[in-house]
């Protein structure tokens, strides 16, 4: 079987909206892997062999220090997590993942009271499945796990390009990338500046390369990104063109 790209939900087996039981993962380096957190031997091994049925590579833990300290790939992944671990509260846990952006969670659980079911829900569980487990909502939970992390490791590999070429721009060039994405004219923008126009489209030339952006349109889209990233308000309009964002600080992605 020929693996599916990386970067698209096919290559998570996920063909419609409504998945069945046997839907399929590709069993390549591509693939997506399930992670199993859970207390119980024998509903562990139950979910594994049906998940590996279904074609999925899975991994067991029987506590979350286990899984902690476990070296993790760049596969896409979920993690099905028991409420009650021998060294840690199941929310708990959750709590811990979702701070340090570990994939997303699925509780599966012999029971469980309401309150426990809507704290994992608001901690942004993707379900909460009591057993005995139904294996086609499980199944469905699962691939939209995984479409959930995928579409997070794709969102961050952009950030991170992004922020990339941004600091690649040199102080003069990053007053043109903030000129140009306010929709000054070249003439409007040289004045600003203080340069003349044909240097300030030379300039605006080397940003629009540097940010690999094929439009204003595409700058723009890369300015709103790259605001949001690095969380600092816009400048007023009435203040002297300097960067909004200082390439000294560093952001977090």
């Given at each position: 079987m020929q693996p599916y790209p990386l970067a698209t939900p096919m290559a998570l087996g996920i063909r419609s909206a409504t998945p069945t039981p046997k839907a399929h993962v590709p069993t390549a380096s591509t693939e997506a892997i399930v992670h199993l957190v859970r207390n119980d031997s024998n509903g562990t091994r139950s979910l594994t062999d049906f998940l590996v049925s279904n074609g999925m590579s899975v991994s067991a833990f029987t506590t979350g220090a286990e899984y902690s300290t476990a070296r993790q790939d760049e596969r896409p992944a979920c993690v099905i997590l028991d409420l009650n671990l021998p060294d840690i509260d199941g929310l708990e846990m959750q709590s811990r993942l979702v701070a340090s952006a570990a994939p997303p969670v699925i509780f599966v659980a012999s029971q469980a009271d309401p309150i426990s079911v809507v704290c994992a829900m608001k901690n942004g569980a993707i379900d909460f499945l009591i057993e005995p487990i139904d294996y086609e909502r499980l199944i469905a939970s699962v691939q939209l796990a995984l479409l959930e992390d995928l579409k997070s490791r794709n969102e961050?590999?952009?950030?991170?390009?992004?922020?990339?070429?941004?600091?690649?721009l040199t102080p003069r060039e990053t007053e043109v990338f903030h000129l140009t994405v306010a929709g000054l004219l070249n003439k409007q923008?040289?004045?600003?500046?203080?340069?003349?126009?044909?240097?300030?489209?030379v300039h605006r030339g080397r940003v629009m390369r540097k940010m690999k952006a094929q439009s204003l349109a595409e700058l723009v889209r890369m300015s709103t990104t790259l605001e949001a990233i690095l969380r600092k308000p816009c400048r007023d309009e009435a203040d002297p063109p300097q960067p909004r964002w200082s390439l000294e600080e560093s952001a977090t992605i």
């Open positions: 961050l590999a952009e950030r991170t390009c992004l922020l990339t070429r941004w600091t690649s923008a040289a004045a600003e500046l203080g340069i003349a126009e044909n240097t300030y489209q």
